[in-house]
Nanobody, 124 residues
Framework: QVQVVESGGGLVQAGGSLRLSCAAS????????MGWFRQAPGKEREFVAA????????YYGDSVKGRFTISRDNAKNTVSLQMNSLKPEDTAVYYC?????????????????WGQGTQVTVSS
């Protein structure tokens, strides 16, 4: 089981960019699909993006398509989320998560390892 820790959150103006990083521990990182989720106050946890163990065929939630990019580096045990054209509605706590297996789902319940979250605040 991998453990994950997020970093890179902060305050940014609308239209700006942020890059989130997730560092994973464990020698079997490459056997895990990785995902990003977010949760705003009073709302359910929302799928943001996921990527296969190979780094191929990333996929995204509808609200972030075309603005966010997920990537991973298996040699460094890291996964990143580049967020561009940020909007106030992107404000949330962002979580990195790991799902054992090659193809991760977009359901939070399928992910077994979670980080503590990092706050992203987008001002208008």
């Amino acid at each position: 089981q991998v453990q994950v820790v997020e970093s890179g959150g902060g305050l940014v103006q609308a239209g700006g960019s942020l890059r989130l990083s997730c560092a994973a521990s464990g020698r079997t990182f490459s056997t895990y699909g990785m995902g990003w989720f977010r949760q705003a106050p009073g709302k359910e946890r929302e799928f943001v993006a996921a990527i296969r163990w190979s780094g191929s065929l990333p996929y995204y939630g509808d609200s972030v398509k075309g603005r966010f990019t997920i990537s991973r580096d298996n040699a460094k045990n890291t996964v990143s989320l580049q967020m561009n054209s940020l909007k106030p509605e992107d404000t949330a706590v962002y979580y990195c998560a790991a799902q054992y297996g090659t193809v991760p789902s977009n359901r939070a319940a399928d992910f077994g390892s979670w980080g503590q979250g990092t706050q992203v605040t987008v001002s208008s």
